[in-house]
């Protein structure tokens, strides 16, 4: 049985971040991760326009931990606070099998690590206290630094899920250059 329980936020930490619970101090930044081009490339949601429906859609991501629905993570600079990315574990329709993980990083602070190293403590709590017996992430075939991530952190391309996907009406158009990389919890 996996186990959905966000109460306390669950805060994460690791040698030079913490992952906690969004806030509004955060929009800026998190405008920033949601709008900014360059970031936004190979992503396919569509990007708030003003701050204010940036603040929308990061009020609607904190709800979710608080209904123990799925939960987002403002990645944080250890020392000073401030936002460098987000990281989202959540799943479509909340089988055990069908948990997905969503992040990114300030393009100032990539190639540093940084996500290896938030992954790293997500793909810990998401294992060992929500009990997820696999993880999956959906990346755009040419995002190189997101599939090198996902495989420099053990996860490997899911061909049959790709496959299932690829019928599925309402995600065939973003199946057509997506992949799908899962890791499996060890038993
Ligand atoms: C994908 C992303 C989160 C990675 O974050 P990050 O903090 O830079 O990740 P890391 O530094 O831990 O690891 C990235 C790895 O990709 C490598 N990399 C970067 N660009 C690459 C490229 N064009 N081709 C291959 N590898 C590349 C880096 O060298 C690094 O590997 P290394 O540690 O073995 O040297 C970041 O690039 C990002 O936020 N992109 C925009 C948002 C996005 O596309 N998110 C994915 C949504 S599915």
Known sequence: MIHLN????????????VLREMSLDDIDTYFIIRAD??????????????REEAQAILERMASYARDNKSIAWTIADKATDKMVGSLCLWSMDGNDDSWEFGYAILTEHQNKGLMTEALQTAIKYGFEVMNLPMISAF??????????????????RNHAAEATHAQIEELKEEMAHSVIYTLRRDK
């Open 139 to 156: 990346t755009h075939k040419d995002n190189a630094s997101s599939i090198h991530l996902l495989e420099k952190n053990n996860f490997t």
């Open 6 to 17: 966000f109460h306390p936020f669950p805060v994460l930490t690791t040698e030079r971040l």
């Open 37 to 50: 081009e360059e970031m936004n490339k190979y992503i396919a949601n569509p990007r708030p326009k003003t």
